[in-house]
C-alpha cells in the first residue's frame, strides 16, 4: 500500500495553489483586530444600511455594484502585478463616499501576496493570508501623506485588518470593519 501521493501530483497541486502567505494570520493579528473582524458581519450590515440613504446615486449604485458582487474562488488567481484602486467609504462620520482611482500593487515575495496602496494620501500596505476559498484575511498598516508604515501589530491608529474578496478575473476587494477614522467600514476596491 502507498502511502505518499506521486511527487507529479504534489508539483500539480504547489502549483495550482494561490500564492498567499505561508503561517496563519491567527498567530500574527492583535487583539484588537481580532475583534473587528469578529465583529465584521455586524459592523457591515449597519455601515450599509446607514451609506444607503446618504450620498449621491452614483456613490450608491458603485456601493452596491462592488459590495453585492459573490465572491469568487481565490484558485488560480495572480494578484501580482499593477492595480488601480479606489476607497469607499460607508457609514459613519463619512456615510458614503466613493474616492478617484489610485495606484495600487501586489508583490509575492516568497512567503505570500503583499499589497501597498502607492498613490493618494491615505495608504495602505501589508500581507493577504488564506481564509478558505472564497476569503482571505488582510493585515496591515495605514499611513497618510507619505509617512513612512509602521510595521503591523504598532497600535490601534495604524493596524488595519480586513476580509478580502475576489469578484471577478481582474476584480477584487477588501473590507475593514470598523477602521480607525471617519467611517464604519472601508472598502478598497482593484481592478485591472
Known amino acids: 500500500m502507498r502511502l505518499f501521493a506521486p511527487i507529479p501530483f504534489l508539483l500539480a497541486l504547489t502549483c495550482a495553489a494561490p500564492a498567499m502567505a505561508t503561517g496563519a494570520a491567527d498567530s500574527l493579528i492583535t487583539q484588537n483586530d481580532r475583534q473587528r473582524l469578529a465583529d465584521y458581519d455586524t459592523v457591515r ?3 450599509l444600511n446607514e451609506a444607503h440613504g446618504a450620498g449621491a446615486p452614483e456613490a450608491a449604485q458603485t456601493l452596491d455594484q462592488v459590495t ?9 488567481m495572480d494578484l501580482t502585478g499593477e492595480w488601480r484602486c479606489r476607497t469607499i467609504k460607508a457609514g459613519g462620520m463619512a456615510r458614503l463616499v466613493v474616492y478617484s482611482w489610485f495606484k495600487c500593487r501586489v508583490t509575492d515575495d516568497g512567503s505570500g501576496w503583499m ?5 493618494g494620501s491615505q ?8 481564509d478558505g476559498e472564497t476569503r482571505l484575511i488582510y ?3 495605514f499611513a497618510v501623506n507619505g509617512d513612512p508604515f509602521p510595521a503591523y501589530g504598532s497600535g490601534p491608529d495604524s493596524d488595519q485588518a480586513g476580509y478580502a474578496y475576489r469578484m471577478g478575473d481582474n476584480w477584487w476587494r477588501i473590507e475593514f470593519p470598523s477602521p480607525r477614522y471617519e467611517s ?7 481592478s485591472r
Open 45 to 47: 450590515a449597519a455601515a
Open 68 to 76: 453585492l458582487a459573490a465572491p469568487k474562488s481565490w484558485q488560480g
Open 115 to 119: 499589497l501597498e496602496k502607492l498613490s
Open 123 to 130: 495608504r495602505t500596505r501589508g500581507r493577504l493570508f488564506d
Open 139 to 141: 493585515l496591515g498598516a
Open 184 to 190: 464604519m467600514l472601508d472598502i478598497l476596491e482593484l
